[in-house]
């Protein structure tokens, strides 16, 4: 591809747009974009956010993905990734999700937080994000591509709202103090087969750190954490591919239950 046939932001998030609207997927960014870099991918990225809240979606929060160093080390970078997370994105603990409305879904267990104070910081700390933290919630985020194949790197990833699709949130607040985030187990049940174990240390070693990070990104970015945010911090285990039909069942310890159902 000649330098002059190369996409541009708003050329690149147009085609995203429209695999997003259209459920079919488009052959990777990365060699193709006029600027195939970090910012190049988030320009693509805040295009679309743009794009969408003129359309009147609303933005509700963010997710961190990239959070495990193994799936860092495999991408090639050393560091999260994020992306937002529209009101229309949530569905309902154990509300089936309709065929067809994902490309091609997997799953993740989360620690999610709601943030009660807003985080504008140039650089937070812990003590900054567990005042700001109104309560956790066990959640599932449900993960996909615009991009074919899940064929991604880095750059296709963060353009593509960090592989965004859908979330669900358990319905039981749990305040900070009465969970250890960083010791917590998570099992992730596909019926009655465990499909994904892990904990919080495999979030950037517990998923404090990931919110620390968010929230000083997020400020640069000028669209910092407010309250009333929602905040999916990061996958606790390994993430699991999805089949019509299957319901996955997600127990945190010291947060409970959370489940997924695909119609």
Same mark, same amino acid.
């Given at each position: 591809?000649?330098?002059?046939?190369?996409?541009?932001?708003?050329?690149?998030?147009?085609?995203?747009?429209?695999?997003?609207? $259209?459920?079919?997927?488009?052959?990777?960014?990365?060699? &193709?974009?006029?600027?195939?870099?970090?910012?190049?991918?988030?320009?693509?990225?805040?295009?679309?956010?743009?794009?969408?809240?003129?359309?009147?979606?609303? @933005?509700?929060?963010?997710?961190?993905?990239?959070?495990?160093?193994?799936?860092?080390?495999?991408? $090639?970078?050393?560091?999260?990734?994020?992306?937002?997370?529209?009101?229309?994105?949530?569905?309902?603990?154990?509300?089936?999700?309709?065929?067809?409305?994902?490309?091609?879904?997997?799953?993740?267990?989360?620690?999610? @937080?709601?943030? $009660?104070? =807003?985080?504008?910081? %140039?650089?937070?700390?812990?003590?900054? *994000?567990? &005042?700001?933290?109104?309560?956790?919630?066990?959640?599932?985020?449900?993960?996909?591509?615009?991009?074919?194949?899940?064929?991604?790197?880095?750059? =296709?990833?963060?353009?593509?709202?960090?592989?965004?699709?859908?979330?669900? *949130?358990?319905?039981?607040?749990?305040?900070?103090?009465?969970?250890?985030?960083?010791?917590?187990?998570? %099992?992730?049940?596909?019926?009655?087969?465990?499909?994904? &174990?892990?904990?919080?240390?495999?979030?950037?070693?517990?998923?404090?750190?990931?919110?620390?990070?968010?929230? =000083?990104?997020?400020?640069?970015?000028? &669209?910092?954490?407010?309250? $009333? =945010?929602?905040?999916?911090?990061?996958? *606790?285990?390994?993430?699991?591919?999805?089949?019509?039909?299957?319901?996955?069942?997600?127990?945190?310890?010291?947060?409970?239950?959370?489940?997924? *159902?695909?119609?």
């Amino acid at each position: 591809m000649t330098e002059a046939s190369l996409l541009n932001t708003e050329a690149a998030a147009a085609l995203l747009m429209a695999a997003h609207a $259209g459920g079919q997927a488009i052959a990777p960014l990365r060699d &193709r974009l006029a600027q195939a870099d970090q910012d190049g991918a988030y320009a693509v990225q805040e295009a679309n956010t743009r794009a969408w809240l003129a359309q009147g979606r609303r @933005l509700v929060g963010r997710k961190i993905g990239l959070t495990s160093l193994a799936v860092q080390a495999q991408l $090639g970078v050393d560091q999260p990734d994020f992306g937002m997370l529209f009101a229309d994105m949530a569905v309902g603990d154990g509300e089936p999700v309709t065929a067809g409305r994902l490309i091609q879904p997997k799953v993740e267990a989360e620690v999610a @937080l709601v943030i $009660g104070r =807003d985080l504008t910081h %140039e650089r937070h700390t812990y003590a900054d *994000l567990i &005042r700001a933290t109104e309560y956790a919630l066990p959640a599932i985020e449900i993960v996909d591509s615009r991009i074919a194949n899940w064929n991604i790197k880095f750059v =296709d990833t963060v353009a593509d709202n960090a592989s965004s699709g859908l979330f669900v *949130l358990g319905g039981r607040p749990v305040k900070l103090s009465d969970i250890d985030l960083t010791a917590c187990a998570m %099992e992730m049940k596909r019926g009655d087969e465990i499909v994904s &174990r892990g904990n919080g240390r495999a979030c950037l070693g517990s998923p404090l750190n990931a919110a620390v990070w968010l929230a =000083d990104v997020m400020v640069r970015c000028g &669209r910092p954490l407010l309250a $009333g =945010d929602i905040v999916l911090t990061g996958a *606790l285990g390994p993430m699991v591919a999805v089949q019509s039909g299957e319901r996955f069942d997600v127990s945190i310890d010291g947060l409970g239950t959370v489940s997924a *159902l695909f119609a």
